[in-house]
């Protein structure tokens, strides 16, 4: 069972990494859509177990700036509850870690 306490913060805390990519970097509009459709974690489940780097996550790796991307937000020790072992070694791998 999730804990919805915390999936919450972890949509708000997504929420507000896409405010700041917004501002500093690019408009991730694929989420931004799917997030308005399924909600941000379970948008973040989606993206991070494609095969393939998503662009979103390229652009950021291009800027600098993989601070500001779901599979960072997901290896967070506070969040790894929310994701499966498989997930979170996906993101360490994206990640270089």
Same mark, same amino acid.
């Given at each position: 069972?999730?804990?919805?306490?915390?999936?919450?913060?972890?949509?708000r805390n997504l929420s507000y990494k896409v405010?700041?990519?917004?501002?500093?970097?690019y408009r991730p509009q694929y989420l931004i859509? !799917?997030?308005? &459709?399924?909600?941000?974690y379970i948008a973040a489940k989606k993206l991070?177990?494609? $095969? +393939?780097? /998503?662009?979103? *996550?390229?652009? !950021?790796?291009? &800027?600098?700036?993989?601070?500001?991307?779901?599979?960072?937000?997901?290896?967070? $020790? +506070?969040? /790894?509850?929310? *994701?499966?072992?498989?997930?979170?070694?996906?993101?360490?791998?994206?990640?270089?870690?």
């Amino acid at each position: 069972m999730i804990d919805e306490e915390l999936k919450n913060e972890f949509e708000r805390n997504l929420s507000y990494k896409v405010q700041l990519c917004i501002k500093d970097v690019y408009r991730p509009q694929y989420l931004i859509n !799917l997030a308005a &459709e399924e909600g941000y974690y379970i948008a973040a489940k989606k993206l991070i177990t494609k $095969p +393939e780097n /998503t662009e979103g *996550f390229t652009k !950021l790796l291009l &800027e600098g700036r993989v601070d500001l991307s779901i599979e960072n937000l997901v290896v967070q $020790p +506070e969040y /790894t509850l929310l *994701f499966s072992k498989e997930e979170i070694r996906m993101c360490k791998q994206r990640l270089g870690r």
